[in-house]
Nanobody, 125 residues
């Protein structure tokens, strides 16, 4: 299975930017879709963006126009560029190698079993 390690989180002021990275191990990285999830304190984990093996992306309405997901298969890495950050973007961010995805609905996915430690993003003045 693909194992993933997230990095790049931190403390940023509202309106600021961060770029999260997701480093993968395993030879099948290029063939799997990657999802970026976040979990805010006291809330369930939610899928905010995903990119499939062909580079097609989808976003949650809450982040559309502000977040950009990308991947570099040669580096076995995925990224989440986050701009115009808001306090409500605060949470722990995880990447996940998705088992399956729907072509039409962002959240109609089956996540993989492996979850890393995540990376903390805090948006606060």
């Amino acid at each position: 299975q693909v194992q993933l390690v997230e990095s790049g989180g931190g403390l940023v002021q509202p309106g600021g930017s961060l770029r999260l990275s997701c480093a993968a191990s395993g030879s099948i990285f290029s063939s799997v879709a990657i999802g970026w999830y976040r979990q805010a304190p006291g809330k369930q984990r939610e899928l905010v963006a995903r990119i499939d093996s062909g580079g097609t992306t989808m976003y949650a309405d809450a982040v559309k126009g502000r977040f950009t997901v990308s991947r570099d298969n040669a580096k076995k890495a995925a990224y989440l560029q986050m701009n115009s950050l808001k306090p409500e973007d605060t949470g722990v961010y995880y990447c996940n190698a998705l088992r399956s995805i729907s072509a039409h609905t962002l959240t109609d996915v089956e996540p993989g079993d492996y979850w890393g430690q995540g990376t903390q993003v805090t948006v606060s003045s």
